[in-house]
């Protein structure tokens, strides 16, 4: 077993009460801006946008450090029609099968159906693996630990960092998902967990009306 080795910690950064409370203010004011988008723009996303936003995501937390995440981002407009299409194929099942009225019920504020035109029409789908073991050099499997935690979290950085950088993002999540691997050709150790939509919202983009919860719903200090 390998013994630990630690380091100086040099990263961390302190600043002023006032400072903090203002930094915390801002950051909080430019997430509430954050909404979820379904029409998007075809204009073009700078790859080194997504590239800068996906080594914030590499860098979360996770079990044991073995980050379980792989990031299969398409631009491709071949592979985007196919991954529409097997996507759109689930959620007709989904929209007219699989789905009980009380969740369709739950998801008619939204006005989702099983259409999905904007995985074709924007710039970029990053297709999010989970990796519930990574093979070592020799051959021999290494199990992985909290691993739907651990994409959670880095999957939520990204999404952040997009933001921050003036993109819109969307989650998508056909179920199931595994089609994904066979357009993707990722390898059986590895399942879908997520297929976040990224570009720049439409001029005419519209969201839902929704509210969120409110603080006192979410939140108890002891």
């Given at each position: 077993?390998?013994?630990?080795?630690?380091?100086?910690?040099?990263?961390?950064r302190e600043y002023p009460l006032?400072?903090?409370?203002?930094?915390?203010?801002?950051?909080?004011?430019?997430m509430l801006r954050r909404r979820s988008v379904r029409d998007f723009s075809?204009?073009?996303?700078?790859?080194?946008?997504?590239?800068?936003?996906?080594?914030?995501?590499?860098?979360?937390?996770?079990g044991a450090n073995l980050q379980p995440w792989h990031f299969v981002v398409v631009g491709d407009p071949a592979i985007k029609r196919a991954i529409r299409a097997g996507a759109e194929k689930e959620e007709h099942e989904?929209?007219?099968?699989?789905?009980?009225?009380?969740?369709?019920?739950?998801?008619?504020?939204?006005?989702?159906?099983?259409?999905k035109p904007y995985l074709e029409r924007a710039p970029y789908l990053i297709a999010i693996?989970?990796?519930?073991?990574?093979?070592?050099p020799d051959g021999r499997p290494l199990k992985h630990y909290y691993v739907s935690e651990s994409v959670g979290i880095a999957t939520g950085m990204l999404i952040a960092a997009l933001h921050h950088a003036g993109l819109a993002t969307l989650t998508h999540t056909p179920s199931p998902m595994g089609f994904l691997n066979s357009i993707l050709q990722r390898p059986p150790n590895e399942k879908p967990y997520l297929l976040l939509v990224v570009g720049y919202p439409a001029n005419d983009a519209r969201v839902p009306a929704i509210s969120k919860k409110s603080f006192e719903q979410i939140a108890t200090f002891l």
């Open positions: 077993m390998a013994e630990p080795n630690f380091i100086p910690l040099t990263t961390h006032t400072e903090m409370h203002a930094r915390a203010a801002e950051f909080r004011d430019e075809d204009r073009a996303v700078p790859r080194a946008l997504i590239e800068n936003c996906l080594r914030v995501a590499a860098s979360a937390p996770s989904f929209y007219h099968r699989r789905a009980t009225p009380e969740w369709l019920a739950a998801l008619a504020p939204l006005g989702t159906d099983e259409h693996f989970a990796a519930s073991y990574s093979v070592l």
